[in-house]
């Protein structure tokens, strides 16, 4: 008698059957192929407003989608109501319209033997805390009253007056169930719990001033309840006083909190789309050494308990650890089946899980950083900005503070960043090692030589 | 387009009666207002990409949002199912916001007596300022149906099979291939959606519509001497199908190779604090970002706003005008009700320099002690209202744009911006300068690109010295991403700041 595997989540045998079944009647209505993605999420928000609840919100979500292959044609095709009747009349017509769309014979589903096994009761990434299910509306109601720090506000102000501190305890289950007519079945359950505060604050002047602050962890008990909000409030304290730099070629530290800015557009040119498209500025570069050889990214998708992991990609392929960049050269294309099959090149994975830069160079903290770097701008925001996928040039608006010696001296505000990534990335420097937990991409404070920086 | 009520009350499969009992059930533990937002949208999309259309879809929406509010304090819901029971859970669970956390078990209830006694409580009056402290309602009746209707819709797009929209896109693939051989990636995507409304609420209105949304982009990649650019452009309105026609095909050609040589001859300029002029039309978004975000009424309600403490004040010209505008027949912001039920209307944010009027949702307008102008808006059902803007832009001034340019010895124009982002609070933004040009000697220039523009919102309102007779209002597919997605268009005429800052090499 096979073991009955302990599972957890929303989803119940009753709708994952309901997949089943919707597979199998596209399969007999014309689809030769399918895909089916279930969904389904609960969520319940406490927002507070200067220390008093403020919104509550209780959302419960279900979504199946499916991706139909019929006479070697494909479309996309999603729903929220999976009873049988509303299902099946929505498949029939959407057979009809991928019937009307011209074939594409790159479309298909992945090989068996790229796909994922070991995802079987959702519960493998160990991301889901059982401690969720005893929290009910009480509990929350405490945690988001104990999350605001508005009424010891006199402690925290000085030289300056809080004047909003909005902010909302949320936590929430998300399950996935994935299956496909090749035999693939997969299942990933997650719990999160969250924190986030904003903070306007005003100068004696009556200035403003706004600061955010946030924290996330797949389980309450790592969940910093009570920082966020006095992080808030000093952060937009921080920025009061802010001077014009006139800027010019520079170093720049940016915290590890907005680092992912740099590194996501990185991320982007190696998806195969902008490759196919010719849209990336690493098109052609697969193998190079393109970048600093302090650079190595890696793809770290199966740490068991660490946010955003993930055993299996959106077509249900197996995620493995591997080298993004590896010593500035480029390692990997995301490529899913279908670029596989356009581009003629071997499939990898539709994109990255968790991105990490490895740390180089000896700091621990963005402080240490600092002062190994000596002068320059520390970014501890952006503010807007663009950069261009066909070429990597980049200019962004940025906010944070100069500092010299080591030291931060004050706040700057109204100053751009202008470059290439390409160049920006061959002038890595150094990083800390202070990439936070609560996000899905591990990218440390980094520290860049002879940045364009203007005011 | 709006349909008689029994089609909707036929779709959601509810009766007026089950909707009181909902509104009741909201109020039953103490909350002053309630209101049910019912969904159902079909969305159908196809990309036409390299030469051929190979992708499409088809998707789903549909539900009913609870809300419940206690002041200004919001409890939400919302549910997938228009059962009674699970509807039920719902309001229950908004509730909670008027008792504390949990709401107890329900009971039996007169729900039309709740709703009136809540409503005709003297509580619910404010003495308003701005209205010479007489009271005002707290609870603001919108018009009934049938309203004006601002979307009409010929051909229907959920009647229109898939395959006839094919030519379209193939004529639209052909036609941007002929103006420009450089072109050695094409994609295009047509969306469309149509969402039908209900909304009651607890003073007894029931409102209905049916919003249509029809988009077209279509983006290109364009190689020449082993440089590479790419340009995007898009039209969206709210219309039936009849909007992919020839015109629109000739208009989308025109429009993505328009400036395209200029684009590979651009060079980031030298930077520095410069007068910027504003092309007319798309550079509007930077109206949007910086300062009509600033005027939306639940920033400015929490003092987080640059703008909180302005209502009444002169902030820029004279010869400013700026408008937040539902009223435009097929604009992409065009709304019948918004999604409270209120109706459609015409805000003068800014009058003559003056500011004149925050945008107001029904919370921030009974915090105010005003008139709800019209401007809550939600994503969909899984999100509570809030208020948003509509086709937001700039009347029309005097000057020519030939004049404003020729009066700049050193700066630069801009045609179009992208990726704008503001600090409500501080109100200081960034924009990226997509397409642009020097301004030397009262003549444009050099092309330019891959620059940012900063400045303080206020500020900038404040450094416009001149206002072009060519108001134009942008017609691409604008969404707005505070919190929630929501449809929105800009538009200005060409301006003149005096004085902001441009990144440069």
Redesign the interface.
């Known amino acids: 008698m096979e073991e009955q595997k302990k599972t957890a989540g929303l989803l119940g045998r009753e709708e994952m059957d309901a997949a089943v079944r919707c597979r199998e009647f596209a399969l007999a209505h014309g689809a030769q192929k399918v895909r089916i993605t279930l969904d389904k999420s609960c969520m319940d928000l406490?927002g507070m407003?200067n220390g008093?609840?403020?919104?509550?919100?209780?959302?419960?979500?279900?979504s199946l989608s499916m991706s139909l292959f019929v006479d070697g044609?494909?479309?996309?095709?999603?729903?929220?109501?999976i009873s049988d009747k509303e299902c099946e009349a929505?498949i029939l017509?959407?057979i009809?319209?991928?019937k009307?769309?011209?074939?594409?014979p790159a479309?298909d589903l992945p090989s068996p033997d790229r796909t994922a096994k070991d995802a079987v009761t959702g519960l493998e990434t160990e991301l889901y805390d059982s401690a969720y299910e005893g929290i009910?509306?009480?509990e929350?109601?405490e945690m988001a009253k104990k999350s605001s720090s508005f009424a010891r506000r006199s402690e925290l102000e000085h030289g300056f007056t809080v004047?909003?501190e909005?902010g909302e305890y949320s936590d929430s289950v998300y399950d996935n169930y994935l299956i496909d007519s090749n035999g693939l079945e997969c299942r990933h359950t997650e719990t999160s719990f969250e924190i986030g505060y904003?903070a306007?604050v005003t100068d004696k002047d009556?200035?403003?001033?706004?600061g955010y602050w946030w924290d996330a962890a797949p389980r309450l008990a790592d969940l910093d309840i009570s920082g966020c909000s006095p992080e808030a409030i000093a952060r937009?304290a921080a920025?009061i006083g802010p001077k014009r730099h006139k800027g010019g070629r520079m170093n720049m530290v940016v915290e590890s909190e907005v680092a992912s800015k740099l590194v996501n557009p990185l991320l982007n040119a190696l998806n195969a789309y902008s490759i196919q498209?010719?849209?990336s500025f690493l098109t052609d570069r697969l193998g190079e050494k393109v970048f600093s050889e302090h650079l190595t990214i890696m793809d770290f998708p199966r740490c068991a308990g660490a946010s955003g992991s993930r055993f299996y990609d959106s077509e249900g392929v197996a995620t493995h650890e591997s080298p993004i960049i590896e010593n500035g050269r480029v390692s990997r294309y995301f490529i899913n089946t279908y670029m596989s099959n356009k581009m003629g090149m071997a499939p990898t994975v539709e994109e990255s899980t968790r991105a990490a830069v490895i740390p180089f160079g000896g700091c621990r903290t963005c402080e240490e950083l600092l002062r190994k770097t000596g002068d320059g701008i520390l970014v501890c925001g952006?503010?807007?900005?663009?950069s261009?996928?066909?070429?990597g040039?980049?200019?962004?608006?940025i906010?944070g503070f100069v500092f010299e010696n080591g030291r931060i001296l004050y706040p700057v505000?109204?100053?751009?960043?202008?470059g290439n990534f390409i160049t920006l990335w061959n002038n890595l420097a150094a990083t800390a090692d202070d990439a936070r937990s609560c996000m899905a991409k591990r990218i440390p404070a980094l520290a860049f030589g002879g940045v364009?920086i203007?005011? | 387009m709006i349909y008689p009520k029994e089609y909707y009350l036929d779709i959601f499969q509810v009766t007026e009666r089950e909707l009181q009992r909902l509104v009741g059930e909201g109020l039953l533990r103490g909350g002053d207002f309630s209101d049910l937002f019912f969904e159902n949208t079909a969305f159908g999309n196809l990309v036409l990409r390299d030469g051929e259309v190979t992708s499409g879809g088809l998707h789903s929406d549909f539900g009913v949002g609870i809300r419940v509010l206690k002041g200004e304090k919001t409890g939400y819901a919302y549910s997938e199912s228009t059962g009674l029971a699970e509807m039920t859970e719902a309001a229950k669970a908004a509730s909670a916001i008027a008792c504390g956390a949990s709401a107890g078990p329900g009971k039996d209830f007169d729900a039309v007596k709740i709703m009136r006694a809540v409503h005709d409580k003297a509580d619910n009056f404010v003495l308003s300022e701005a209205n010479g402290r007489r009271p005002v309602k707290k609870s603001f009746r919108g018009s009934p149906n049938p309203a004006a209707d601002r979307y009409g819709m010929s051909t229907l797009w959920q009647n229109v099979p898939a395959e006839d929209f094919l030519p379209f896109l193939l004529k639209t693939d052909a036609a941007v291939r002929a103006k420009d051989s450089r072109i050695i990636k094409l994609t295009a995507m047509l969306s469309w959606q149509v969402t039908d409304v209900l909304m009651y609420n607890s003073l007894e209105e029931l409102k209905y519509d049916t919003r249509p949304m029809g988009s077209v982009t279509v983006s290109a990649v364009f190689s020449s001497g082993g440089t590479v650019e790419n340009r995007s452009v898009s039209r969206s309105y709210r219309t039936g199908a009849e909007m992919l026609d020839d015109r629109l095909v000739a208009e989308l050609a025109e429009k993505i190779v328009s400036g395209i040589d200029a684009r590979f001859d651009a060079r980031r300029p030298d930077g520095g604090r410069m007068p910027v002029v504003m092309g007319a039309g798309a550079s509007g978004i930077l109206l949007h970002e910086a300062m009509g975000h600033a005027f939306e009424a639940d920033f400015n309600r929490k003092g987080q706003s640059v703008f909180s403490d302005c209502m009444g004040r002169k902030i820029c010209g004279e010869s400013i005008s700026i408008i937040d505008d539902g009223t435009i027949k097929g604009n992409r912001g065009a709304l019948n009700f918004d999604d409270e039920g209120v109706p459609g209307q015409k805000t003068f944010m800014v009058e003559n320099g003056v500011l004149t009027s925050y945008l107001h949702d029904r919370i921030s307008a009974r915090y105010y002690g005003v008139t709800p102008t019209g401007n809550g808006r939600r994503e969909s059902f899984r999100y509570n209202p809030i208020p948003r803007m509509r086709a937001t832009y700039m009347e029309g001034g005097d000057a020519t744009r030939e004049s404003i340019i020729a009066s700049v010895k050193k700066g630069i124009y801009v045609d179009e911006f992208s990726n704008g982002q503001v600090k409500i609070g501080e109100g200081d933004f960034t924009f990226y300068v997509k397409d642009g040009f020097l301004i030397e000697n009262g003549r444009l220039t050099a092309p330019v690109k891959d620059i940012n523009i900063i400045g303080n919102g206020p500020q900038a309102l404040a450094d416009i010295i001149a206002v072009g007779n060519d108001p134009l209002i942008d017609e691409g597919a604008w969404t707005c991403g505070k919190e929630q997605n929501v449809p929105v268009s800009c538009g200005i005429p060409t301006v003149l700041v005096k004085s902001l800052t441009v990144g440069g090499e």
């Open positions: 406490f407003l008093e609840l403020d919104k509550v919100t209780h959302a419960l979500d279900i044609r494909f479309g996309t095709f999603s729903c929220n109501r929505f017509k959407a009809n319209t991928v009307m769309l011209e074939p594409d479309r009910g509306a009480d929350r109601l004047i909003s909005e904003e306007t009556g200035n403003r001033f706004s937009a920025q498209q010719k849209n952006f503010n807007g900005g663009n261009n996928s066909s070429t040039d980049f200019s962004y608006g906010e505000r109204e100053m751009v960043v202008t364009d203007r005011g």
